[in-house]
């Protein structure tokens, strides 16, 4: 008999994963054997601690959310919608439900039977892999490219799930990986495993495994004179390798890597040392499927071969700032952290740039980051600033080394930009033809701005003097600061159109002491915490800074926390400064992950009473700040 | 029973395994629903007949989908049957059945199980004359009006009567897109699943 109920129930499931990569008639014979429930507003579908069903939830129309209860307090976790998959988890890790679903609006699911998806499970390669890549990703979806980055769970389930999908997780590992013969000269080994940034080189005979050389062989062996650097690869690799199947899971790569007290495992096809070599586990692998640590993060970086996978990055940096932000780890820890990452992202993008070109530079050259990222203070998305610097050459080939700096900036800009990174509102990009030049181009540009600051000038200029050089020769650097250093130095004209500039941006607070906020436009009646607060702040110490001659400390934070050691009769002050500043950072990078948003405007009617209190007590600092900045360099008269 | 030949009550099979079914004291097993929707010529139960008859079983809160039943009747007396359900019936490959085998076949799917239908009484009555035809009783099980539980709900007088259309948009509920029994009977589950939740039966 024909199901037209089934049939409406399979047209609707095909068009999620994993049901699209089942066949129609697969489909349809599921969707015979599953059930329709509706749920009424708050009722529960499972709950934590309940053995599990025997059906797995797809939501067909309305919310379902998942929530833990942790001392008798319920905290909402995720919220599911049409097409979401609900229940999966414990029939893969053996127990029962962690957390409770409960609609949170009048809601009907379809229950899919186990026992009718089991075949699936196992057999459809497709089916297997979007689970567990779902699961690996801690995201319902990972196909899902809105949802991308954002946390199902909080720290406290994150670990937990970690642990229980680790028994199934298949482990990543690097295929197709470097290897050797037993002949090779030692030397040419190590020097194409340090081209490769690999610990280790596979050495095979006849294409089947019969050592391996790591980084441990020639930190005992070679550098302790052992042996000498000419040797072949087969006196002094370690034999026989540990050879294990495809698709092993995490733990059982870890228990092996104990039991056998080894860094290395070499992946075979059937997993003897009988067949050929597929690929290679390192520890590194190991620890990096069990958490998203800052390091692993950075060498997923330093090996990313694409603008895809350096996007995965980023996104997982998300994922990193939140769960810190969750865990109040200090503002100014994240910012390090995040910048270093930022930087390598960076760096690797002009490296895989530089390849593309397929010629290597024609002169040395600098990549400087200006901007938030210059003062390593962008913990959102926000937009590139980017500056590039080449060396001097001569007049006649200027004009090609200068075509060839912009295209290589060009693509630099573009996969920085596919990874999340907008391109700058104002076109300070290293991409701009205005703002990739020579190096005495460069220098008779900051002597510009410093020299004949006019208005219009100095604003495009300021952040030129937040940089931050990431990649390349540091003699040009060098060349450049030690320009600057010498013209601004105790240039009073210059200070005083900066000082200017600095006390422009308008007041957080009004004359009662109440916000300040936006009359009109777009986000009216929400506070500009990056124009009120954030600037006057960053545009402040960036002044002070540059006083004291010090254009190597470009983050705030630190130029504050310097000026404090330089002027101790004013650290008071400048701390109070330091501080505000992270508090008000904090303030945006919640508001910005919040609302997936450059943070820049804060709804304050959804503050609490005690962080409106908390804000206000921040500008305190600043205007204290910019009363002194007035005095110091007698703007009474302009102002 | 063992009389049955002496009386001369010479009951089909089907019909008696239908009957034993209300006998045995089943109050402990999972109470099942089915909801059914049938496509009629009319209103008159004496006159009419069924065209169509969808229905969709309920166990423990939700729609069993495996637990279906569709069937066509071949048409003797009246040739109004609609041309877009000849074609459904057509593309579907769908055979169509005599009125009899139909019962049997309808039974035979619901058998003890509670009836549930949207102004039920009229459809009850179709099937009970369709089994008068047959010279068989009537229809033992208990049944439910989707009809009544909404008034209920919304403890409205007696004698309102709303379409399965008006009452699906009450509800919010989507209507099917082919307006066949089938799917009439599976929107009639859903209200009904609703109504259930709501009242707490």
């Known amino acids: 008999m024909k199901n037209p109920v089934a049939q409406s129930i399979a047209d609707f499931l095909k068009r999620y994963p994993p049901f699209i990569s089942l066949q129609y008639d697969e489909l349809l014979a599921v969707a015979e054997q599953s059930k329709v429930i509706y749920l009424e507003k708050n009722q529960v579908l499972f709950k934590g601690g309940e053995a599990i069903h025997s059906d797995f939830y797809v939501v067909k129309d309305g919310v379902v959310g998942l929530s833990v209860t942790s001392d008798a307090e319920e905290t909402l976790i995720d919220k599911c919608d049409e097409g979401d998959i609900l229940g999966l988890r414990p029939y893969f890790a053996k127990n029962d439900y962690l957390m409770t679903a409960r609609s949170r609006e009048e809601a009907i699911v379809y229950g899919i039977s186990f026992a009718a998806f089991q075949p699936y499970f196992t057999e459809n390669v497709n089916v297997l892999a979007f689970l567990l890549e779902s699961f690996a990703s801690q995201t319902r979806n990972p196909y899902d490219k809105e949802r991308q980055g954002k946390l199902v769970t909080e720290n406290m389930i994150f670990s937990e799930q970690v642990a229980d999908i680790q028994y199934f997780q298949p482990i990543k590992y690097t295929r197709n990986p470097i290897t050797a013969n037993p002949d090779d000269i030692l030397k040419f080994i190590a020097k194409s495993m340090s081209n490769s940034a690999v610990g280790s080189v596979i050495i095979q005979e006849n294409q089947l495994p019969i050592g391996i050389i790591t980084d441990r062989d020639l930190r005992s062996k070679i550098s302790t004179g052992l042996f000498p650097i000419e040797i072949d690869a087969r006196t002094v690799m370690t034999s026989p390798v540990i050879t294990v199947p495809e698709n092993i899971s995490v733990a059982e790569a870890q228990m092996i890597m104990l039991k056998h007290n080894v860094g290395h495992l070499c992946v075979t096809r059937d997993g003897s040392d009988k067949s050929p070599v597929s690929g290679i586990i390192s520890e590194h692998d190991v620890v990096a499927a069990q958490s998203n640590t800052p390091g692993v993060l950075l060498k997923q970086t330093r090996r990313a071969t694409n603008a895809k996978e350096l996007k995965y990055v980023r996104e997982k940096l998300t994922d990193l700032i939140q769960n810190s932000i969750d865990t109040n780890i200090p503002i100014s820890h994240i910012s390090n952290i995040v910048s270093e990452i930022n930087i390598a992202l960076t760096r690797r993008s002009i490296e895989l740039s530089v390849e593309k070109m397929g010629t290597p530079p024609p002169v040395r050259f600098v990549w400087m980051n200006i901007g938030s990222q210059g003062r390593k203070e962008q913990l959102l998305l926000t937009d590139q600033d980017s500056a590039l610097i080449f060396e001097d050459v001569a007049p006649e080939i200027y004009d090609d080394v200068k075509r060839y700096f912009l295209e290589l900036a060009e693509m630099v800009t573009e996969y920085l930009e596919k990874v999340g990174y907008e391109h700058s509102p104002s076109g300070l990009l290293a991409s701009n033809t205005q703002w990739c030049k020579s190096l005495s181009d460069w220098v008779k540009q900051y002597n510009t701005w410093i020299n004949t600051p006019a208005e219009k000038g100095v604003e495009l200029s300021t952040i030129f003097f937040d940089f931050d050089f990431i990649y390349g020769a540091p003699a040009l650097e060098n060349v450049l600061t030690e320009n600057i250093h010498e013209k601004i130095n105790h240039n009073k004209k210059f200070f005083a159109f900066l000082a200017a500039d600095t006390l422009r941006n308008p007041a957080p607070l009004g004359f009662f002491r109440q916000f300040l906020v936006e009359n009109d436009g777009e986000h009216k009646d929400s506070f500009d915490i990056k124009s009120r607060a954030l600037e006057p702040l960053i545009d402040a110490a960036r002044l002070l800074a540059l006083t004291h001659n010090l254009t190597e400390i470009t983050n705030t934070y630190h130029r504050y926390k310097k000026l404090a050691e330089l002027e101790p009769n004013n650290a008071e002050l400048y701390d109070e400064c330091a501080e505000a500043f992270n508090v008000l950072m904090r303030f945006r990078t919640e508001e910005g992950l919040l609302n997936n948003s450059n943070g820049r405007y804060l709804n304050l009617n959804e503050l609490s009473k005690s962080d409106k209190v908390k804000l206000k007590n921040c500008f305190q600092p600043i205007n204290d700040i910019q009363d002194m900045i007035k005095n110091r360099f007698s703007l009474t008269y302009i102002n | ?201």
């Open chain 2, 1 to 201: 029973m063992a009389f049955d030949w002496l009386t001369g009550n010479n009951l089909p099979q089907f019909w008696k395994n239908y009957i034993s079914l209300f006998d045995s004291d089943n109050s402990n097993h999972h109470k099942r629903y089915v909801i059914f929707y049938m496509e009629k010529t009319g209103l008159d139960p004496k006159e009419d007949v069924i065209l169509s008859i969808g229905a969709i079983g309920v166990t423990a809160n939700a729609i069993e989908v495996g637990d279906f039943f569709e069937i066509f009747l071949i048409q003797e007396q009246f040739d109004t049957q609609s041309p877009a359900l000849d074609k459904y019936v057509k593309e579907t490959g769908t055979e169509k059945v005599v009125e009899a085998e139909a019962m049997i076949q309808f039974l035979n799917f619901a058998k003890d199980a509670i009836l549930v239908g949207h102004n039920i009484n009229l459809d009850i009555e179709m099937i009970n004359q369709a089994l008068k035809r047959l010279d068989l009783g009537r229809l033992k099980n208990p049944i439910m009006d989707t009809n009544a539980l909404y008034l209920r709900w919304k403890e409205l007088a007696d004698t309102t009567q709303a379409t399965l259309d008006e009452l699906s948009d009450a509800l919010k509920i989507k209507k099917s897109d082919r307006h066949t029994a089938s799917g009439n009977a599976y929107v009639t589950a859903l209200i009904f699943l609703k109504l259930k939740t709501k009242l707490g039966i």
